[in-house]
């Protein structure tokens, strides 16, 4: 089968849960300033920070290319629902793509595939790029076995999204094993692109453009060996050095 055209690259940052209320603002800031570098690399640039910043985060993007995301978003967009975050809100706030069913999520919170699918629905029905996070749970030793059993995890996480969202609205996964988020260093490259190929196929025939990123442990360096199989990265601890994401929109810009 001929290689699929590959969409504009992007990277982006979650910042989870990891800073306060002024650590998280100027972190934006910080982002902010990185626009010019992005639009030089040719590639989208995104920030997610926590829910209670979203609006003064909005505010201070507002004049610059770098995308606004959430880290999650429940399916309704009004009711009786204590405690969740509207997507219909989240988009008047300013929000462009909405993380979902982290791997933090799916432990933590018993995030299913059948939420995250609504979810993602939610999002897209708002105008929202839902941006999936997906990943196998445990890692085999034997390199070949560990690609098909991350692939036979991984299909059911991207085929209920897709079926989810309309054919032509963008989609972002973001293949993030689990095993390799928090860790020292991102998952072999090989094992990355191996995945993330075969992910790619279950996304061929859409209309919509399909983004596919890694995530877990990457920062400076990992895009490089990897770029055969995704669009860019998706950041957490290596990027809280503002520096660290200047380096990687260079790398993924020239690689
Ligand atoms: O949301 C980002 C990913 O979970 C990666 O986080 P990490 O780079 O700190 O492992």
Same mark, same amino acid.
């Given at each position: 089968m001929p290689p699929l055209p590959r969409p504009r690259r992007i990277v982006g940052v979650s910042l989870k849960m990891y800073f306060d209320l002024q650590s998280t603002l100027s972190y934006v800031r910080g982002v902010y300033q990185l626009d010019g570098e992005a639009w030089n690399a040719r590639l989208d640039l995104f920030v997610i920070p926590d829910f209670v910043t979203l609006m003064e985060s909005a505010r201070i993007l507002e004049?610059?290319?770098?995308?606004? &995301?959430?880290?999650?978003?429940?399916?309704?967009d009004k009711g009786?629902? +204590?405690? $969740?975050?509207? =997507?219909?809100?989240?988009r008047q706030a300013g929000v462009k793509?909405?993380?979902?069913?982290?791997?933090?999520?799916?432990?933590? @919170?018993? $995030?299913t595939d059948e939420w995250v699918a609504k979810k993602a629905g939610a999002a897209a029905?708002? &105008?929202?790029?839902? *941006?999936?996070c997906i990943g196998e749970r445990t890692h085999h030793n034997i390199a070949s076995a560990a690609v098909g059993a991350a692939i036979e995890e991984c299909k059911p996480q991207? +085929?209920?999204? *897709?079926?989810?969202? =309309?054919?032509?609205?963008?989609?972002?996964?973001?293949? $993030? =094993?689990?095993?390799?988020?928090?860790?020292?260093?991102?998952?072999n490259p090989d094992h990355v692109v191996n995945v993330t190929k075969a992910l790619r196929q279950l996304a061929a025939g859409r209309k919509g453009t399909t983004r596919i990123l890694y995530g877990?442990?990457?920062? =400076? &360096? +990992? @895009?490089? %060996?990897?770029?055969? &199989?995704?669009?860019?990265?998706?950041?957490?601890? @290596?990027?809280?050095?503002?520096?660290? *994401?200047? %380096?990687?929109?260079?790398?993924?810009?020239?690689?």
């Open positions: 004049s610059s290319s770098v995308m606004l &995301g959430a880290q999650d978003t429940f399916w309704e009786a629902y +204590t405690g $969740e975050v509207s =997507p219909l809100m989240l793509i909405v993380e979902l069913g982290h791997a933090e999520r799916r432990a933590q @919170f018993g $995030e029905r708002n &105008g929202i790029v839902p *941006l999936v991207v +085929t209920s999204v *897709l079926a989810a969202v =309309p054919d032509d609205v963008e989609v972002i996964l973001a293949y $993030e =094993p689990v095993w390799a988020i928090g860790a020292a260093e991102p998952a877990g442990s990457a920062g =400076p &360096g +990992t @895009f490089a %060996k990897i770029a055969e &199989g995704v669009d860019g990265l998706f950041l957490g601890r @290596f990027a809280h050095d503002i520096n660290n *994401l200047k %380096k990687v929109i260079e790398e993924v810009g020239g690689a």
